[in-house]
C-alpha cells in the first residue's frame, strides 16, 4: 500500500468561475485614526447558464472577498443561452441604471463593460452586445444585468404560455 504525499494529490476542478467585479476600501475616523474597512462585489458562474453575484463586506480584505463568493454561490439563477448568445433583446433595470442584452451573431465575442463582462463569461456566454445606460456604480449595473436575465424567457416557457408545443412553435 502506497502512501499518499498531500503535495501528490491532483488538484480537483472547480466547480464555479470566480470573478471579482469591485473592491472597495472605506475609512473610518475614529479616536485612534483611520479604520480601514473592504466591501467587495464578486460573480460567480458554472459557465453553462447558471450565474450568481454576491456583496461582502468585513475589516480584511480576503474575508470580504470570501463572504462575497458565499453569497453569489447562494444566489444563483439561470441565463437561458442559445447558440452561445441571448435568446433575445432585453433591457434590465435597478435604480437609475440600465442595461440593454442584445443577442449578437457567432464570432462576435463580448462586447460589454466591466460588470457585465464579468456576468457573461462567468455564464458561459459568448456571443454578446451590450450598452449600459444610466448610473455606472458596478453594484447598480449588476443588479440590473441580474433584473435582464430574469425577465428573459426561454423557448420552452414562450411554447408552454401559448399552449403549444416547441415543434409547433419552431416548425
Known sequence: MERQNKFDKEPKEKEFVEK????????KTVKGGRRMSFAAL???????GRVG??????N?????IKKSLDRAKRNL???PIKKGTVPHDVIGKY???EVLLRPASAGTGIIAGGPVRAIMD???VTDIISKSLGSSASVNVVRATFDAIENMLDAA?????RGKTLSEMWG
Open 53 to 58: 453575484f454576491g456583496f461582502g463586506k468585513a
Open 77 to 79: 439563477v439561470t441565463l
Open 42 to 48: 464578486s460573480v460567480v458562474g458554472d459557465q453553462k
Open 20 to 27: 471579482l467585479v469591485t473592491l472597495n476600501r472605506t475609512s
Open 122 to 124: 462567468a455564464a458561459g
Open 60 to 64: 480584511d480584505v480576503t474575508e470580504a
Open 95 to 97: 435604480k437609475s441604471s
Open 157 to 161: 416557457t414562450v411554447a408552454k404560455n
